[in-house]
């Protein structure tokens, strides 16, 4: 049974029901939103409209991870988020910050941050120690090949869905070996990231599989390009296609959706349960999202 509760620094997030993930992207070249909220104080506002759309929680990323990204230096990285995330932890919500750098990490969480989100599912040297020092910070775990340069060379599977939640079975044990409790802990099948649209759309239908290793799952479905090969629409106008893969998601047992367009998901979610309650389900009609 999925744990109810996912810890981090400042709060116990309740996941009965699910929850959903504001993005605020600092770059200027991320695939949908680049150069938007590259200013501090447009991203700073940015999170506080996520906030008043609903967001349960902001995700806040100073690298862009899209195909053929290039990688900031961590000074830059930093330079980017660490203004926003101070100011976020003002506004009484869990953040998160979207790095793989250890010193990021520790930099952020030393400013108040409450969750690691990591591309890399902390592989990189320092990574896990740069959470496991922080006693109750949490950690997403993604799914990922190779780097974002170069991950969609690497999109070759024989099942992706068992060798996804192989890898994140995986990782999840070694974070946990490393002294990083299981409640701190959520899961990223990844998609979009070294996947072509058919592994990303047999992970969304065999979802439920990945919730084998008994913790949390947040999958970020927004915009991905993906959704714009089904539509033939560009990431600005996937908003309509995004939200049905986001309940879709949700329904296959998904605890957190992590998505751009936060009043449209939170609507959409708030009439998927109320039906589920009709249904005698509540939030948990998804099996595995309440306790």
Not at 51 to 58: E, S, T, V
Not at 126 to 149: K, S, T, Y
């Amino acid at each position: 049974m999925t744990p109810p509760v996912w810890r981090t620094a400042r709060f116990d997030v309740d996941l009965s029901r699910p929850r959903v993930m504001g993005i605020v992207n600092t770059t200027p070249d991320s695939f949908s939103d680049g150069g938007l909220f590259a200013d501090p104080a447009d991203a700073c506002a940015h999170c506080e409209r996520l906030l008043r759309d609903g967001a349960d929680l902001l995700d806040i990323g100073g690298e862009s991870t899209r195909p053929g990204a290039a990688s900031p230096t961590a000074t830059e990285e930093l330079a980017r988020v660490l203004p926003v995330v101070r100011h976020a932890v003002t506004l009484g919500v869990p953040v998160s910050v979207d790095t793989s750098r250890p010193e990021v990490m520790r930099a952020v969480l030393d400013a108040g941050a409450d969750i690691v989100n990591d591309v890399r599912a902390l592989q990189r040297p320092g990574a896990v120690d740069a959470v496991a020092m922080h006693p109750r910070a949490g950690v997403c775990l993604m799914h990922m090949r190779g780097e974002p340069g170069s991950m969609q060379q690497q999109a070759h599977y024989v099942d992706v869905v068992a060798e996804v939640a192989e890898f994140l079975g995986a990782r999840a044990r070694a974070v946990v070996a490393a002294g990083i409790g299981r409640e701190r802990i959520v899961l990223d099948p990844g998609i979009g990231f070294a996947k072509s649209a058919e592994h990303n759309l047999a992970l969304l239908a065999r979802q439920r599989e990945l919730l084998a290793a008994g913790l949390p799952l947040l999958v970020g479905w927004s915009r991905k390009s993906t959704l714009g090969v089904l539509t033939g629409r560009d990431p600005g106008q996937r908003v309509a296609a995004s939200v049905a893969a986001a309940l879709l998601a949700v329904e296959r047992g998904a605890s957190v959706v992590r998505v751009h367009d936060v009043a449209p998901t939170v609507d959409a979610l708030k009439v998927w349960l109320s039906v589920a309650a009709l249904d005698g389900a509540g939030a948990s009609s998804a099996g595995t999202i309440a306790a």
